[in-house]
C-alpha cells in the first residue's frame, strides 16, 4: 500500500514567519508530487506541483524535492493570516495520493 | 467557463436510501475520480475512471457505484450497503496522464438523519 504522511500539526507561526511543511512518502517509484491547500469546508486547491529534485519557487510559495530520502517540503514565506488552512500533499499514481493534511494557523 | 461542477451542495439520505451524486466536467478530461473526505481525514478514493464505459474501485469502493457513460460524466451512487455515509464527496479529474494536475469539483456533502 502506497503511503503519504505527514504531520498533522496544527503548526502555528506568527504573521510574516516562514511555515514549513513536510511530507514523505513510500513508493520510491513516484514521479509527480504536488500540494493542495484546502479551507475548511472548500474543496482543495492546487498550489504547487514539483516533478524534479530541488527547489521550485512561485511567488510566496517554494517546493522541495527530495526523491532519495523520498521526502518533499513546502515553505510558505511572509506567512498570512489568510494562510491558514490544511495543506494536503499528494503524490502520483494512478489516481493521487493523499496524506492526511497538515493544519496551519498563523496568527496576526 | 471551464470546470467540474457537482451536485447537489448538500443532500440529506434517510437509512435505507440509496443517493446520486452528480460530478460533470467540461475540461475534456480523459479522467474522473471519487474521493471521500471524513473530519481530520485526507482524501479517499472510491472509485476512478481513465475512459469512457471503463472504471476501477478504489481503496473504499464497498457500499458505492458508479457508471462513466460520456467523457463529462461520472456519478457516483452511495448505496444503502454503505454503513457510514456521512462525508464530504469530492469529484476530480485530469486530462490523463499520472504526471498531470488533479483538479477538484466543489464537493458534496451528504449527512444521513
Known amino acids: 500500500q502506497k503511503e503519504v504522511e505527514q504531520n498533522s500539526g496544527p503548526l502555528s507561526v506568527p504573521e510574516g514567519a516562514i511555515a514549513s511543511l513536510n511530507c514523505t512518502y513510500s513508493?520510491?517509484?513516484?514521479?509527480?508530487f504536488f500540494w493542495y491547500r484546502q479551507y475548511s469546508g472548500k474543496s482543495p486547491e492546487l498550489i504547487m506541483s514539483?516533478?524534479?529534485?530541488g527547489d521550485k519557487e512561485d511567488g510566496r510559495f517554494t517546493a522541495q524535492l527530495n526523491k532519495a530520502s523520498q521526502y518533499v517540503s513546502l515553505l510558505i514565506r511572509d506567512s498570512q493570516p489568510s494562510d491558514s488552512a490544511t495543506y494536503l500533499c499528494?503524490?502520483?499514481?494512478?489516481?493521487?495520493?493523499f496524506g492526511k493534511g497538515t493544519t496551519l494557523s498563523v496568527s496576526s | 467557463d471551464g470546470g467540474i461542477t457537482q451536485s447537489p451542495k448538500y443532500l440529506f439520505r434517510k437509512e435505507g436510501q440509496n443517493v446520486t451524486l452528480s460530478c460533470e466536467q467540461n475540461?475534456?478530461?480523459?479522467?474522473m475520480y471519487w474521493y471521500r473526505q471524513d473530519p481530520g481525514q485526507g482524501l479517499r478514493l472510491i472509485y476512478y475512471?481513465?475512459?469512457?464505459?471503463?472504471?476501477q474501485k478504489g481503496d473504499i469502493a464497498e457500499g458505492y457505484s458508479v457508471s462513466r457513460e460520456k467523457k463529462e460524466s461520472f456519478p457516483l451512487t452511495v448505496t444503502s450497503a454503505q454503513k457510514n455515509p456521512t462525508a464530504f464527496y469530492l469529484c476530480?479529474?485530469?486530462?490523463?496522464?499520472?504526471?498531470?494536475?488533479?483538479?477538484f469539483g466543489p464537493g458534496t456533502r451528504l449527512t444521513v438523519l
Open positions: 499528494a503524490v502520483s499514481g494512478t489516481a493521487l495520493i
Open positions: 475512471s481513465q475512459i469512457v464505459n471503463d472504471f
Open positions: 476530480a479529474s485530469r486530462r490523463g496522464v499520472s504526471t498531470d494536475t488533479q483538479y
Open positions: 475540461l475534456n478530461h480523459d479522467a
Open positions: 514539483i516533478y524534479s529534485n
Open positions: 513508493d520510491r517509484g513516484s514521479q509527480s
